[in-house]
T-cell receptor, first 114, second 110 residues
Framework: GAVVSQHPSRVICKSGTSVKIECRSL??????MFWYRQFPKQSLMLMAT?????????EQGVEKDKFLINHASLTLSTLTVTSAHPEDSSFYIC??????????FGSGTQLSVL | DAKTTQPTSMDCAEGRAANLPCNHS???????VYWYRQIHSQGPQYIIH???NNETNEMASLIITEDRKSSTLILPHATLRDTAVYYC???????????FGKGTMLLVSP
């Protein structure tokens, strides 16, 4: 099956720094990518949807200036958490769609902000 | 809000069949039923999906009622590695996202 690679799997950073998370579709062209956030013992919450070459669409309550999403190619999307604070600590997951039947997910990134 | 209703948790003995129910009474004609699972601290894993007919693959079987208002995911011989949160999601095929509800926590015990 199709593979979505997400990197890094775990990151620890100091408060105020920025962190970039990469999401790559390895064997298909991902015209649309989705970014989710998951807090402990909760379900996945959609943060934003990005289409290749255009600006991301953010869900209500998600700060677009804090969570910068770039989808510059059909195989790569990045999420940058700018000026991270402890409350941004969470499990971030990307998913990718080539417009077909299935949506594939990355393995997730555990962000811990000290 | 999620359009599906699932039990919060279920238990299953190893080697037995696990039958996970899902209600989706407001499903539209062009929406498919998808099942994903999430093992702790990992990304969701696709299991199976269907529109009207029952489906089977190497992982599981999906039984959809004739009126499409509910479905059941069947893991024929559950193993300890099947312990996970199982999500039933309805989705229009194509570029739309998946909206996750709370899912069912399946615990497979020896």
């Amino acid at each position: 099956g199709a593979v979505v690679s997400q990197h890094p799997s775990r990151v620890i950073c100091k408060s105020g720094t920025s962190v970039k998370i990469e999401c790559r579709s390895l064997d298909f062209q991902a015209t649309t990518m989705f970014w989710y956030r998951q807090f402990p013992k909760q379900s996945l919450m959609l943060m934003a949807t990005s289409n290749e070459g255009s600006k991301a669409t953010y869900e209500q309550g998600v700060e677009k200036d804090k969570f910068l999403i770039n989808h510059a190619s059909l195989t790569l999307s990045t999420l940058t958490v700018t000026s991270a604070h402890p409350e941004d600590s969470s499990f971030y997951i990307c998913s990718a769609s080539g417009g077909g039947e299935k949506l594939f997910f990355g393995s997730g990134t555990q962000l811990s902000v000290l | 809000d999620a359009k599906t209703t699932q039990p919060t948790s279920m238990d299953c003995a190893e080697g037995r069949a696990a039958n996970l129910p899902c209600n989706h009474s407001t499903i539209s004609g062009n929406e498919y039923v998808y099942w994903y699972r999430q093992i702790h601290s990992q990304g969701p894993q696709y299991i199976i999906h269907g529109l009207k007919n029952n489906e089977t693959n190497e992982m599981a079987s999906l039984i959809i009622t004739e009126d499409r208002k509910s479905s059941t995911l069947i893991l024929p011989h559950a193993t300890l590695r099947d312990t996970a949160v199982y999500y039933c999601i309805v989705r229009v095929m194509g570029y739309s996202t998946l909206t996750f509800g709370k899912g069912t926590m399946l615990l497979v015990s020896p």
